[in-house]
């Protein structure tokens, strides 16, 4: 669900965290990436929030069955 997504459209999911970093392969790792950083698949994301947010982003992010 949050592949395509900017950084700066997750409270349209109802998230109130904040990603710090993005690692993305074969590429440094990316410090207070902008809201219009968009996330890709293969993304790996720091984020700081309540432990909510972090369960509700861990489920937008799983994928698809």
């Given at each position: 669900?949050?592949?395509?997504?900017?950084?700066?459209?997750?409270?349209?999911?109802?998230?109130?965290?904040?990603?710090?970093?993005?690692?993305?392969?074969?590429?440094?790792?990316?410090?207070?990436?902008?809201?219009t950083?968009?996330?890709?698949?293969?993304?790996?994301?720091?984020?700081?929030?309540?432990?909510?947010?972090?369960?509700?982003?861990g489920e937008?992010?799983?994928?698809?069955?």
């Amino acid at each position: 669900v949050l592949v395509n997504t900017p950084l700066g459209d997750l409270s349209t999911h109802g998230l109130r965290a904040t990603v710090v970093a993005i690692k993305r392969e074969d590429e440094p790792l990316r410090l207070k990436p902008g809201p219009t950083e968009v996330l890709r698949a293969g993304d790996r994301v720091v984020v700081v929030g309540d432990h909510e947010d972090l369960n509700r982003l861990g489920e937008l992010a799983a994928p698809s069955a």
